[in-house]
DNA sequence: ATGGGGCTTCCCACCATGGGAAGGTCAACC
DNA sequence: GGTTGACCTTCCCATGGTGGGAAGCCCCAT
């Protein structure tokens, strides 16, 4: 299999295996003599699996570990379900603060008419000095650092 | 003020008041004889407001677009709303997509006995070459193209 | 043998942010 | 007046996943 193959085999494309390989999530493929990749069925798996573990918003590093666990067969699962729950755990930790985010716009955005006349209470927030500490970013500036995780939506 | 005055007064670090600068956000702080950017009230406000923008999950486009409704003193509040829903809509798609994913895993997790033993569902499941439809990233992968906009949280 | 589609590597862009180096400036203190 | 240390300047680099594209090689079918 070339790797155009393996790429619509696994939903993965070609530019993202090679990404992978080079940042050794994936052994480095076969080589026929003209250097093109080659890949077999287990291949096709693994890119598979990796798929559907970004599918639940994983970052690299998680994904690695998990399948690292994967390939070994005498893995204790407790170490497989404390990935997944540190994930859950992440995630909900995002949903919170989206969620904080959207109801504090949402009510401002139904506090203003939406007419012609200028006078809008959004950007009267907005601009607003004393409200500083009790918007939903204040909070998320403070812990929410460098979480990655979730970005555009794996694409 | 220099710089680092209007950082701390403002909430952004001095760095991004320079990258705001650089990609056109704000207009060109003055400068002294020694080349230092100067700052007023003014300008400060003017960060406060980016930064309550940006708290609210916006992308620089967006925020750009609020900054120029706000120093217009004649903009009918409809575009003001609009503005704040589009957001609104946004961020409810977001959370929908990752609690989906939330969902999808807790109930993975949650049939994984988690002991010594190596057997888990969750790995089964991730494996599983018949469940690709059903899972949530299939539709993350197909709608959610470049949303980016939420990302690492602000900062 | 020629054309078209695949493959290779390499570089660039995104977005918003932080880190750090190399060098100039300012203010305070002795 | 000189030294010190905090601040400022610009410039480059990294992050994380992904896409785009160029330049060049390879393979197969006509």
Excluded at 57 to 66: I, S, Y
Excluded at 80 to 101: G, H
Aim: positive net charge; charged residues 30%; glycine residues 10%.
């Amino acid at each position: 299999m070339n790797i155009g193959e393996a790429a619509s085999a696994s939903g993965i494309t070609a530019k993202m295996i090679r990404y992978y390989e080079s940042v050794d999530l994936i052994p480095p493929a076969g080589r026929t003599e003209a250097g093109y990749r080659t890949y077999d069925g287990r291949d096709v798996g693994t890119l598979r699996f990796i798929r559907r573990a970004r599918d639940f918003g994983m970052p690299m590093d998680r994904v690695k570990l998990l399948v690292g666990l994967w390939q070994d067969k005498d893995r204790p699962s407790r170490e497989v379900k404390a990935v997944a729950l540190r994930q859950v755990a992440e995630l909900e930790a995002k949903i919170a603060e989206l969620t904080a985010m959207k109801d504090a716009l949402a009510e401002l955005a139904g506090a203003c008419r939406g007419d012609n006349r200028p006078d809008c209470p959004i950007l009267r927030d907005l601009a607003d000095v004393s409200s500083t500490a009790s918007h939903p970013g204040a909070v998320l500036r403070a812990g929410m650092r460098g979480q990655r995780f979730v970005g555009n939506g794996p694409a």
